[in-house]
């Protein structure tokens, strides 16, 4: 038997809650991972953030709009001012061969990446992308090292 999502009454019935619940469900973890502990003083790194919940809510939902709605802008203002946001990026071929364990499809990666632009852009939030499509791993790793040492030594 293979899973194909909710009936559409039932979708239609849901959606709300389910986008109220997961939003809510952000705060306690932002609040206890993220802004408690720089409160004292840390550093911290967080991967796939609020804005990749807010993109995935997004697709999930079928409703493009919430990454521009009035509580996605109230949740990406809890994000420090001072943040180094860093966006990984590649061709979606590539991202596809690279995950071919992953249940993903060219539209999804195509979804997933017109979100992210528009949340920055309608936010006003600025991500230095890093283009992995020609890159190692390694790589990768040093840029976003070296990037987090220039953030930290310059404030």
Not at 60 to 77: P, Q
Request: net charge positive; with cysteine.
């Amino acid at each position: 038997m293979s899973y194909r999502g909710f009936d559409g009454e039932l979708e239609r019935r849901i959606k709300t809650p389910w986008k109220i619940l997961e939003m809510i469900s952000l705060l306690p973890a932002l609040i206890y991972r993220v802004l408690l502990p720089l409160l004292l003083g840390c550093v911290v790194i967080c991967d796939r953030y609020v804005l990749d919940t807010l993109v995935a809510l997004s697709y999930f939902l079928k409703e493009s709009t919430l990454v521009s709605s009035i509580s996605a802008n109230l949740l990406i203002k809890l994000i420090p001012k001072n943040s180094l946001l860093i966006y990984l990026d590649a061709d979606a071929d590539i991202i596809l061969r690279r995950k071919r364990d992953e249940p993903l499809a060219e539209h999804l990666i195509e979804f997933y990446k017109k979100a992210y632009s528009d949340i920055l852009r309608k936010s006003g939030l600025v991500a230095i992308t890093i283009d992995t499509s020609m890159a190692t791993v390694e790589d990768v790793q040093k840029t976003v090292l070296r990037l987090l040492r220039l953030r930290l030594l310059c404030g």
